[in-house]
């Protein structure tokens, strides 16, 4: 009976010490207008990395590491992707893509304060968001509270997965970072 007891007290307090990470997270995560930081980021055995700059809401900037100029810009609703490697963009309405739901803070609170976070590795907890039979796994520090990143599926249901790092957060950005590229179509 007294195992039963200590179990239950400690299940208690467990329950209590990650809603306060949980509150902590959601705090966190409402504070912040845009993020900038580096990243690396696997999608079929493939790993690119770069740097990205996030503005709340829907618009991201990334520049990644490589010969061909690639860049990914979104301005809230498309979405465009640029490489030197072939001389093409390629346009997505943003809301067709996974970044539409994690570039939306407002949608990112709401479905953390519906989630049952879990701790992983004792380092990190992850949140499964999911939307239209669609899951997005969202992953903050257990001990900064800062987003650490995501896997999603991308448009061609290959599995991706990005990690954050070297994160800053509010710093003053400049808003045409967010224009699209003049030569789309």
């Not at 239950?8 to 504070?31: T, V, Y």
């Not at 001389?87 to 709401?110: A, G, S």
């Not at 400049?174 to 224009?179: A, P």
Request: charged share 25%; glycine share 2%; with cysteine.
């Amino acid at each position: 009976m007294r195992i039963l007891f200590y179990l239950l007290i400690f299940l208690f307090f467990q329950n209590i010490s990650q809603a306060g990470i949980k509150k902590e997270i959601i705090n966190k995560f409402k504070n912040i207008n845009n993020l900038t930081f580096k990243f690396k980021q696997n999608t079929n055995d493939k790993e690119e990395e770069g740097t990205c700059t996030i503005k709340y809401s829907k618009k991201i900037y990334c520049a990644y590491k490589s010969k061909f100029n690639k860049i990914l810009v979104s301005n809230g609703k498309s979405l465009i992707i640029k490489s030197d490697k072939n001389k093409q963009y390629y346009v997505y309405p943003l809301k067709k893509t996974p970044l539409e739901k994690i570039l939306n803070r407002d949608f990112i609170l709401k479905k953390l304060k519906l989630s049952n976070g879990r701790l992983v590795d004792n380092k990190y907890y992850n949140f499964s968001i999911k939307d239209n039979n669609k899951i997005i796994n969202i992953f903050f520090d257990k001990k900064t509270f800062n987003l650490i990143g995501w896997q999603t599926e991308d448009i061609y249901q290959n599995l991706s997965t990005t990690y954050i790092y070297d994160s800053k957060i509010n710093q003053n950005i400049d808003e045409s970072l967010f224009n699209l590229p003049k030569n789309h179509n």
